[in-house]
């Protein structure tokens, strides 16, 4: 048997989810909304979301920040997976998207401990880093891949030492491995993925999950 990950095809995969997946019935109509839309192929994959709430109980978190909330099924899993003093802040563009995110956070019952901010994630992230700087548990970055470098800089400067930032989509399709495909944002993940092989600021673990999801656990040395 070879010692690479298992590749899943159809049925294997529905078993995975069938023996594994944990996913509240608000989360289900939440993701299930989510499928008929223009956009939905941005929806994580649910066993990711059950990962990353998994990953915010075990390493205590309180504070989760991610960048790109489109319909919210992100922040909806880890606002669920926090404790009651948990906050959540989830960042975005479109008023749209968010929209359908704010309904499903209400019947939650979360709404009341996520903020959402609308407009520009570089300056939203600015301004956290002058006011909360290392004082956030998780950072999930899942937006625009040209910013993705900047996106990372920004979240090990919010994070505390010990706390994780994901990175979705570092697989991008499997178009990272394509060298006739050189639009910008397949080059942008092309050189984040590899600038951080080499990133002592941090630990580092590419997991093969949805899309590729990068995980990096800021080292308490780091001067950031």
Known sequence: MSNRTLPLDDALYDYLLSVSLRESPVLTALREETAHMEMANMQIAPEQGQFMAFLLRLIGAK??????AFTGYSALACALALPEDGEVYALDTSEEWTAVARRYWEEAGVAGRIHLELGDATTTLAKLEASDAGTFDFVFIDADKTAYAAYFESALKLLRPGGVIAIDNVLWGGSVIDASVTDDETCAIRELNAAL??????????VPIGDGLTLARKCSMTSD
């Open 63 to 68: 504070r989760y920040l991610e960048v790109g």
């Open 197 to 206: 092989l080499t990133d002592n600021r941090v630990d580092l673990s590419l």
